[in-house]
């Protein structure tokens, strides 16, 4: 079995549902979005109530959808992740606060 955290079913589980929140907006999924997905869940910026009661208060307002839901946050950071991203002159270094490690 395969012990590092990318491969941990539950991070694995949130960045698809990051990712099919980009699909339901009809948005296509490229490389900065899938890596996009992957800062997003590893540094724990996906909010998904821990309850099922918790989850249907948070979905109500948002007619019962899922994806709508986590799109409105998920969004507001991919807008400023890609503000981020042109603002250098090359490609964006981001420091994951989990690793520690500089990605390219």
Known sequence: MIEDWRYDDGKMTERQIC????????????REVYEFCH?????????????QEGLEEALVSHGGDLYA????????EFSKYQSLNEGSGSKETIVNKESSKETN
């Open 19 to 30: 990712l099919t929140a980009f699909i339901h907006k009809q948005m296509p999924i490229n």
């Open 39 to 51: 800062y997003y869940v590893s540094n724990g910026l996906l909010s998904i109530p821990a309850t």
């Open 69 to 76: 839901f986590v799109g409105e946050n998920l969004f507001k």
